[in-house]
């Protein structure tokens, strides 16, 4: 059964960068069949895609975070993680690692989610 | 950029049919996926490429797509499903997801 797992600080200062590591285990990310990727959920808000990953390391962003935003993966740990630069108190939110299907030209579903963790920005 | 609309919220009777509807230009060109989320818990899949049903999925969820709206269909609606639904679509190099459709069963 696939498992995806958020890690990472609860807290970050604000203008401090976020850091985050989705681990996966019961499937190999170096699947050509699937991107991973990132989406925040502010406290009573909505989803908002942060941006995916494919196992070749091609990268697709949300154009309202690009600027700040830099996913990547280690294949040899299974793991990807996310870097969110600058951040505000408008970046708290709930971060959810996922995997989206990958259909050749695009990604369709997301079909597994993490549980999620909680990141705070404040001084 | 692209954008999914979702009717804030939607209330149905226990039994009946709740219809969620997400619009955007040219959805039906696009594989639109909806997600249930609870309160506290990650979203789940409850329908993808239009009108795919996941395993585990019960049956009264299902999905349809016309012109630029796609529509969850809840037959026999339970207490159970009361949540948030999400609709999600890829367009160009972006995902993107609708605002979300509180729905209350009651």
């Known amino acids: 059964q696939l498992q995806l797992q958020e890690s990472g600080p609860g807290l970050v200062k604000p203008s401090e960068t976020l850091s985050l590591i989705c681990t996966v285990s019961?499937?190999?990310?170096?699947?050509?069949?699937?991107?991973w990727g990132w989406i925040r959920q502010p406290p009573g808000k909505g989803l908002e895609w942060i941006g995916s990953?494919?196992?070749?390391?091609?990268?697709y962003y949300n154009p309202s975070l690009k600027s700040r935003v830099t996913i990547s993966l280690d294949t040899s740990k299974n793991q990807f993680s996310l870097k969110l630069s600058s951040v505000t108190a408008a970046d708290t939110a709930v971060y959810y690692c996922?995997?989206?299907?990958?259909?050749?030209?695009?990604?369709?579903?997301?079909?597994?989610w993490g549980q999620g963790t909680l990141v705070t920005v404040s001084s | 950029s692209y954008e999914l609309t979702q009717s804030p919220s939607v209330s149905v009777s226990p039994g009946q049919t709740a219809s969620i509807t997400c619009s955007g230009d040219?959805?039906?060109?696009?594989?639109a996926s909806w997600y249930q989320q609870k309160p506290g818990q990650s979203p789940v899949l409850v329908i993808y490429?239009?009108?795919k049903r996941p395993s585990g999925i019960p049956e009264r969820f299902s999905g349809s797509t016309s012109g630029n709206t796609a529509t969850l269909t809840i037959s026999g609606t339970q207490a159970l499903d009361e949540g948030d639904y999400y609709c999600?679509?890829?367009?160009?190099?972006?995902?993107?997801f609708g605002g979300g459709t509180k729905l209350t069963v009651l």
């Open positions: 490429q239009h009108k």
């Open positions: 999600q679509a890829w367009d160009s190099t972006t995902v993107v």
């Open positions: 990953i494919y196992y070749s390391g091609s990268t």
């Open positions: 019961g499937a190999s990310i170096s699947s050509s069949s699937y991107y």
């Open positions: 996922a995997r989206h299907d990958y259909y050749g030209a695009g990604i369709t579903q997301t079909d597994y």
């Open positions: 040219k959805l039906g060109d696009k594989y």
